[in-house]
């Protein structure tokens, strides 16, 4: 199975450098990094300041695996806002990132942020198509920059555009690019598919469209700490030749979170040796 990583904004509290020893202290292989925590203004951060956090990583044995709530900052951002040129900047900004992602040594970016991709009310038809041509501006960029680009399937309330691995890769599929693909966030997932999620995985992963998946139950809560089962989610990543990173993405931290980074890892491992 490919390389573990935690989702820095987890302890994001903690200096970027002590994230990073922390996180290898713990055992994991990387750092899915969410550049809001970096900058606020991470698609301009300057050629020494990428090097510096790359080497930050480097130093503590750690990869930088993926790029992740993409469109926290700068604020405002949207790609289905019905100003144009709002529209037009986040295309730019979403540029910028695949930049960065290269530059750090990230293979892939998830592009969540359910709040900067809602369809506005009663423009819902014209919001489709601005979605599509956003992604399509984010493959190209990707390709240019040599890195994926993920749409992130998300689930209601907080998103209501692209909700299920089908819709996903039904985008995927219309833009055609190497570059873009989708993934799999089990929480999003255990919330809004009706099909068990070791089918979803055999599938998709075999069709190409899977290039990324992220581990949280559908409480919100960390892989161990609900009532999904990701034995057999593991189980099926593993026998569908999954190749891709694993990044642990909780969004409660329950006593912090710290605990619940050392839980996860722990747990996930444990499964992992359980089916080895």
Not at 227 to 250: Q, V
């Amino acid at each position: 199975m490919a390389r573990i990583a935690l989702c820095n904004e987890v302890i994001r509290e903690m200096p970027f450098a002590d994230q990073c020893s922390f996180a290898a202290a713990l055992g994991y292989d990387g750092i899915e990094l969410a550049p809001f925590t970096v900058s606020a203004e991470p698609h301009y951060l300057t050629a020494t300041e990428r090097r510096e956090i790359r080497a930050t990583v480097a130093d503590c044995g750690l990869a930088i695996t993926s790029l992740h709530w993409l469109l926290v900052s700068p604020e405002g951002l949207s790609i289905t806002d019905t100003d144009a040129e709002v529209r037009r900047h986040t295309r730019d900004v979403m540029a910028g990132l695949c930049d960065l992602a290269a530059d750090l040594g990230a293979p892939v970016l998830v592009h969540g942020s359910p709040a900067q991709r809602r369809l506005p009310e009663g423009r819902e038809a014209e919001a489709v198509g601005w979605t599509h041509e956003a992604f399509a501006a984010a493959a190209r960029a990707a390709e240019k920059a040599g890195v994926t680009y993920c749409v992130e399937p998300l689930a209601p309330p907080d998103n209501n555009n692209i909700e299920t691995l089908a819709e996903a890769a039904a985008l995927v599929d219309a833009i055609g690019s190497a570059h873009l693909k989708t993934m799999l966030d089990t929480s999003a997932a255990g919330q809004t598919e009706s099909e068990p999620l070791p089918a979803l995985i055999a599938r998709y992963v075999a069709s190409g469209h899977i290039a990324h998946v992220q581990l949280n139950d559908p409480n919100r809560r960390g892989p161990g700490e609900g009532e999904m089962r990701f034995g057999p989610i593991l189980k099926a990543l593993r026998e569908a030749g999954y190749a891709g990173d694993i990044a642990i993405e909780p969004f409660i931290y329950e006593p912090d979170g710290r605990a619940c980074a050392a839980r996860a890892v722990g747990y996930v491992k444990g499964v992992l040796d359980a089916l080895a």
